[in-house]
């Protein structure tokens, strides 16, 4: 008696169990670990803050540009004069993924590239430009000129997102 | 002699209770289908599925169960569906405007991915309502089906330009916004903040950055962000994705930013977490009063493991 009673016990509790078990949960709590910095940087931009941030769609990537705390001051007060001397920006870009928490949202996932766009501490001086790619990441070598160019301007001429 | 008494008042507790087993039968709140006023408009098998494990308690079309209708399980199945068609109702969603309702979609998908909906507790005596792998990605298809690159649009990129220009200009003068309607009080300082994470909104085309304070950046260093320490503050900021002409797709219009604010004591009754939204350029406090951010929990309730937290954060900071 006292036996079978067990083992309806037992049956009720693995079958809920089971049904337990098909339950869906969501991805549990961490950093997201992919979309770390990792190599040797000059700077890191993510203890700066943030400018603004965009997305190519075609390539599947998103990127935040970062500043130092002159360029950060400079680029909000919405002054068309050059940033002023040793501001420094970076652009950082990862690669998407689907957010496991959301259908509907792309997040970071590995990073692409970051660049630098360090301001000369002369008038007579030009922005210098770095890359960085690869992982861990490292600095791209022997760049043509035309890019390098193209790319500053590109960066420089970003204004900072709305933030009231 | 002793087993007499003791057996005695065994078969009146059972007796008691079967009498009171019976009477509860009869006390019956009143169940009702009311009428199917504006159903969902959607594909047949989008419909299937939705019909399959949500109608129960999401439609006007509820089909109890034999077992459903016996107490006190009666009780418990009426409630949720009263609570869940408060909440969501397929028979009367096609009134809203054609966005909300999209994003309502998204919503309920994300629930359902999740594992929140249908509720657990109806799926165990109801396993056919279970969503599975393939009815997911038939909503998902239905919500996200391959679409052609987006073109700029001038006005988007119109308004955009003058809200830039209106922030330019007010941020010299020091705007006072009122605190939110549960007395939540704004935070300026946010943008000077660590930046969290990033998202890529393609369910209703924003861009969102989420940014942590310094007790939010600390715990991500230290690896304790489940829970959240005392004091920790998310802000997200979303903008439009206006589109350049290069097809890449940029932060345009600011829309709102909204704040996490971690204190388990204070904010007790939502989940710890004390929850605010600020509107527009101008800072309009979101809600009409303090019951909105039932919203928010509901919404972040899913992740309620993860101490309501969607993001993950992008480790690094300091």
Partial sequence: MKSSIKALLLIVATSFGITGCESRTPEPASTNRPAALEGQLPYNPLAWKAITAWTNPRQGTMSTLYGNDTAVTHVRSGSADPYPRNSVLAVVTWAQREDPHWFGAKIPSHPQSVEFVTMPSTPEGQPVYARYQGSPLAQVQNMDTDTVRKNVASIVSERAAVMP | ?318
């Fill in chain 2, 1 to 318: 002699m002793e087993s007499r008494p003791t057996a005695r008042i065994l078969t009146y507790l059972v007796l008691l209770a079967f009498v009171g087993f019976l009477a509860i039968q009869f006390v019956r709140p009143a169940f009702t289908n009311p009428p199917v006023t504006a159903e969902l408009q959607a594909p047949p098998e989008v419909k299937r599925v939705l019909r399959n494990s949500c109608y129960d308690c999401h439609s006007n079309q509820t089909q109890l169960l034999w077992f459903d209708r016996i107490q006190p399980a009666y009780w418990l199945v009426t409630k949720d569906v009263e609570e869940g068609r408060a909440h969501l109702n397929f028979s009367e969603i096609a009134k809203l405007p054609a966005a909300q309702q999209k994003g309502i979609l998204y919503e309920a998908l994300n629930q359902a991915q999740l594992g929140a909906m249908p509720l657990p507790r109806y799926t165990m005596l109801h396993p056919r309502a279970r969503i599975s792998d393939e009815d997911l990605a038939i909503l998902k298809n239905y919500l996200h089906p391959p679409a052609p690159d987006p073109s700029p649009d001038p006005a988007i990129k119109a308004a955009a330009d003058s809200q830039y220009d209106q922030w330019i200009h007010a941020s010299q003068a020091s705007l006072s916004v009122a605190p939110a309607p549960n007395g939540i009080a704004y935070f300026p300082g946010y943008r000077d903040w660590k930046v969290v994470s990033t998202t890529d909104r393609f369910d209703n085309h924003t861009l969102r950055i989420i940014f942590g304070n310094d007790v939010a950046a600390r715990a991500i260093s230290e690896h304790k962000i489940n829970p959240w320490p005392q004091g920790t503050v998310f802000a997200k900021a979303a903008w439009t994705q206006q589109v350049d002409p290069d097809g890449n797709t940029r932060a345009g219009s600011f829309i709102q930013v909204e704040f996490m604010v971690k204190d388990s004591q204070k904010y007790a009754s939502t989940g710890g977490w004390g929850y605010a939204r600020w509107r527009g350029v101008d800072l309009k406090p979101y809600g009409k009063d303090a019951a909105f951010t039932n919203e928010c929990v509901g919404c972040h309730n899913p992740v309620r493991r993860n101490d309501y937290v969607y993001t993950f954060p992008i480790g690094g900071q300091e």
